[in-house]
């Protein structure tokens, strides 16, 4: 089999994190890949790996990355929509333009790699798209409120978009990780956190949350290799399943908004995070 008979897949954000381990294991599946960043390492290259600057801001760039992927290649199969930022801050003293950059990112650059995608997975006669969502979109905390607003947006247009691309061979899927420690992801989510000033009125709220996310968790949580597999196998999953939930603290907090009742539900993200009215 020659690398024009092998699927193909793009992955946008696979410089570190979850897209390298995605580059990693999709490539011991047998699949062609397309491993893009903003700013991609040029090193060795291989028969059944391309590596391609994309920068989901620039339309260019996207266009100049699936046109590659297809001319080297001869296939597009499946993208994997990675890319994206994090942000933990006060709502009330978060600029404007730093919510702006992060739908940017997180929605509206995946939405335009999607678009500019879809008549390549036509041309196949269908095929995948992935969208790494978070589960800050099903159970959003304290301090997260911007990053959890993109992230419901992704859920939302992810799961309308399934509708609208079924009746072209076109799935949807959709990956959900829980906290993931140690990944460049966090690095820069602390980074961009610690330039947004704390109002002294938050600050100990502030605290208390950063402290929760320090502190060694009672589950099994997910790990760059377990979200990569997750990724994998919603790429090839041939069941109508939408959603693939990855750690143990997101599964339990997942069950809790989708398995309890209403009121069930807001006592317990009360008494977990806080929140009456004083």
Request: a negative charge; one cysteine or more.
């Amino acid at each position: 089999m020659t690398e024009r008979e092998h699927p193909t897949v793009l992955i946008t954000g696979s410089s570190s994190g979850f897209g390298r381990e995605a580059v990693a294991l999709f490539r011991t599946r047998g699949w062609n890949v397309v491993a893009t960043s903003r700013t991609p390492d040029t090193g060795p290259q291989a028969d059944d790996l391309l590596v391609a600057a994309l920068d989901v801001h620039d339309t260019d760039s996207i266009d100049t990355a699936l046109s590659r992927a297809v001319e080297r290649f001869g296939r597009l199969d499946c993208v994997v929509n990675n890319a994206g930022q994090g942000l933990l801050s006060v709502f009330e003293s978060t600029p404007m333009t730093a919510v702006r950059q992060m739908f940017e990112t997180n929605l509206f650059g995946m939405m335009e790699v999607t678009r500019r995608a879809l008549p390549h997975l036509s041309a196949r006669g269908g095929g995948r798209v992935v969208n790494v969502a978070s589960g800050t979109g099903i159970v959003p905390e304290p301090f997260m409120s911007v990053y959890a607003a993109t992230k419901f947006a992704v859920e939302g247009f992810s799961e309308a978009l399934r509708y609208e691309l079924a009746p072209r061979g076109i799935t949807v899927k959709l990956v959900e990780p829980g906290l993931v420690r140690g990944t460049n992801f966090m690095d820069t989510t602390t980074a961009a956190s610690l330039a947004v000033p704390v109002p002294p009125a938050y600050r100990d709220h502030v605290n208390q949350a950063i402290a929760r996310y320090m502190e060694p968790s009672s589950f099994d949580l997910a790990t760059p290799a377990t979200v990569a597999e997750a990724i994998v196998t919603a790429a090839t999953d041939t069941t109508s399943q939408l959603r693939y939930v990855i750690g143990e603290d997101i599964e339990a907090t997942a069950r809790m908004r989708r398995e309890t009742s209403e009121k069930q539900y807001n006592d317990w993200a009360l008494a977990t995070y806080g929140g009456e009215q004083r």
